[in-house]
């Protein structure tokens, strides 16, 4: 049974940092690469960053630099530093596997997602 669990948003100003973490339980953690996707009101879910089972990573153009995403294996634990936010990164952030983009992995379940809003 795959449960994913996010925390660490918040209201953060224009220019500020929060780090995101997502506990996952279930196959999924070792089995799938795993990513960060937001969404915005009104607008689609979007991939905002990606990491491998062999560790190797993968940022959307909009956040390269800026964000850092990285895992802790022994905790079962997704990651994302987001630095130097922007008011348009204001959306609820979720982890999930990046297999649901490709179609290698097949889900119809997300966590309740952890709530980042940038506003001075």
């Known amino acids: 049974q795959v449960q994913l669990v996010e925390s660490g948003g918040g209201l953060v100003q224009p220019g500020g940092s929060l780090r995101l973490s997502c506990v996952v339980s279930g196959s999924i953690f070792s089995g799938e690469p795993m990513g960060w996707y937001r969404q915005a009101p009104g607008k689609q879910r979007e991939l905002v960053a990606g990491i491998a089972t062999d560790d190797s990573t993968h940022y959307e153009d909009y956040v390269k630099v800026r964000f850092t995403i990285s895992r802790d294996n022994a905790k079962n634990t997704i990651y994302l530093q987001m630095n130097s936010l922007k008011p348009d990164e204001t959306a609820v952030y979720y982890c999930?596997?990046?297999?649901?983009?490709?179609?290698?992995?097949?889900?119809?379940?997300w966590g309740q997602g952890t709530q980042v809003t940038v506003s001075s």
């Open positions: 999930n596997s990046t297999g649901l983009l490709s179609g290698s992995y097949d889900s119809d379940y």
